[in-house]
């Protein structure tokens, strides 16, 4: 009877575990489940941000900054399910196909294409000096003399600098024709400059308000033809350092640029309306190519990493994730022939180029 009662136990308490066991793991596939429902939801929302007004919707705009991570969680998300829960594999799936339809890719594959032998055209770049780090961000004085030498080393025809350092500009002397931010009069702002080897007939400047940060233009007279150039830096989000701000206050700078960046590009685009000249744009949006800010400036533009560009094409060191926030824009008028992302660290941003020339 004692071995009989003993073994009765012995099959509820096995039965009991069993219980537990099953009601645990049922309990961590609910949850895995709902983490991958959450992570597809936030790609697609990610997916429509571009298309909604700033105003209406600022905090969710911080959903395209990370729209590569989304990305790749749930391609690691879609990987995990096809070997371990296949039915919850169209989920990710299906979030991942929508972002590749409304956004596109970040990442560029041109293998296939023979690098170019360029012998007409002009070169034009774009690179985010930082002052020439005279506010000693990186912890190396030779900084600004290693730009200095980099940019004549490269010696592109055009040549658009944002926060640029007036001193430092002077070593650039083999270019002839300059346009830079005016002076400023009360606030003060961030100093872009073109360089240009080719003559400057006219050139202007966009001072955003109640910012350090502003756009300039130039005129360039090439192959008898009036091109207009624009150079923009486009609000910064003023984070020193993330882990020591609060989530309130970081979450408050992040709505504010982001709201900044969408006023700015329709100034620009109000000025740019303006112009009958063939326009080129470089900037440091300071936002994502999945943002509403590169959408609004961009419109029927051809962005040239998007033409001829290789990989992540990441233009921002700070970012552990391959980032994109500097672009070079040109409308139709324009064959795209080359594209150039440099990987040296002369700054928080790295240097674009490209080849370009006008069509026929």
């Known amino acids: ?22 009601k645990v793991r049922s309990i961590i596939i609910k949850f895995l489940a709902l983490t991958i429902t959450f992570l597809a939801i936030l790609l697609l929302i990610a997916c429509i941000v571009p298309y909604i007004p700033v105003k209406r919707v600022p905090s969710l ?32 799936l299906f979030a991942l196909v929508v972002a590749f339809l409304t956004l596109g890719s970040f990442y560029k594959i041109n293998f296939l294409e023979k690098a170019p032998v360029v012998e007409e055209g002009f070169e034009i770049m774009s690179f985010n000096v930082r002052s020439f780090n005279s506010y000693s961000s990186l912890n190396d004085t030779s900084i600004g003399d290693k730009i200095i030498a980099f940019l004549k080393d490269e010696t592109p025809d055009i040549l658009c600098l944002q926060e640029h350092n007036r001193t430092w500009g002077k070593q650039l002397k083999n270019y002839p024709y300059k346009a830079e931010s005016p002076y400023p009069k009360k606030l003060k702002r961030s100093t872009q400059v073109i360089f240009s080897k080719y003559p400057i007939i ?3 400047s966009l001072d955003f308000p109640n910012t350090a940060n502003n756009c300039i233009y130039a005129d360039i007279l090439y192959k008898n033809d009036t091109i207009r150039v624009y150079n923009m830096h486009l609000q910064s989000y003023k984070v020193r350092s993330v882990s020591r701000e609060t989530s309130n206050k970081l979450l408050g700078k992040f709505n504010n640029a982001i709201k900044k960046q969408e006023e700015q590009a329709q100034l620009f685009l109000k000025h740019a309306k303006t112009s009958h000249f063939k326009t080129i744009v470089c900037a440091d949006f300071n936002n994502s190519q999945f943002s509403r800010t590169y959408r609004m400036v961009k419109g029927d533009m051809k962005d040239t990493y998007q033409e001829k560009g290789v990989g992540f094409g990441m233009t921002y060191e700070k970012m552990k994730f391959p980032f994109r926030i500097d672009y070079i824009l040109v409308d139709n008028s324009f064959n795209v022939m080359s594209h150039k992302n440099y990987k040296i660290k002369l700054s928080d941003h790295y240097p674009i180029t490209s080849t370009l020339d006008l069509k026929d």
């Not at 073994?7 to 069993?18: D, G, R």
């Not at 990987?79 to 919850?88: A, E, M, P, T």
């Open 1 to 22: 009877m004692k071995a009989f009662l003993r073994a009765k136990k012995t099959f509820y308490l096995k039965l009991v575990k069993k219980i537990d066991l099953m």
């Open 61 to 92: 705009s911080i959903l395209s900054l990370v729209f590569p991570v989304l990305v790749m969680i749930n391609l690691v998300i879609l990987v995990f399910c096809f070997f371990l829960s296949k039915k919850h594999l169209v989920v990710p």
């Open 202 to 204: 006219s050139n202007g």
